[in-house]
């Protein structure tokens, strides 16, 4: 296939944040993919933009992966951006021992792990291009974490550090590296989120966050931090201990995800 068009490549794609994001690039002329585990998810994403391309895949198998960089090269001649958006967020009470564990390492494979291994075998297209991107979906919990989700603060902020990490090694090979930070975004992902109405956490709609980032992305810009998480930045530098109290008035989530 000719490259006339740049290839965007979005894990879990199929809905939230990153559905809201293929959209935009969808309407700005790139060749996008879209990836998840739910084929039904993903046909219908297909039937509503006929456009899109569609791939299910598993970011946290590997034989899963190596098929989808060989598609992509088949199909496209190769990715010029990887954007690693697929995440689950687990409500977890530490101090109970009904802890499942294996939920909380599947979060820290589809959360941490995952981008790692995609972005491994995904160098060699990302190198052909001349126009490459990598972008990491983190969180702003990355900056002050949310006690009721301690596993899964701990990979974006995990996901943070190693992104700043690669930037400048990816750097020589002419491959950016971008961060989106998240605020509390109204998908799927927080339906169980558990706080109290005062704590100013009302979700931010996926179309918005797609427009900030938007915005944000053309302008060049390596870390986009939209709404909240602007501020969580700030005053995790200014005063982190008060903004851990603020965010953090019930530590204990009332239910478990």
Known sequence: MSKM?????????????????AKKFIENNYNVVVTGRNLDKLEKVKYDLPSIHIEQSDVCNEDDVKKLVLKM????????????????MNLIDAGSEDNQLNKQFTEIEINFH?????LHYFLPQLKKSKN????NVSSGLAYVPFAQAPTYSGTKAALHFWTMGIRPQLKPHNIKVVELLPPVVDTPIFDGIDVKEDDNLKPMPPEKLAN??????????EEIAPGLSKQLKLMSRLAPKFIFKQLNKQPIPSKRT
């Open 212 to 221: 900030l980032f938007w915005k944000d992305f053309i302008n060049g810009r």
């Open 73 to 88: 090269e088949q199909n496209f001649g190769g990715i010029d951006i990887l954007f690693n958006n697929a995440g689950i």
């Open 5 to 21: 068009k740049q290839t965007i490549l979005i894990t879990g794609g199929s809905s939230g944040i990153g559905l809201a994001i």
């Open 132 to 135: 490459a991107v990598v972008v």
């Open 114 to 118: 995952a981008p790692i291994r995609m």
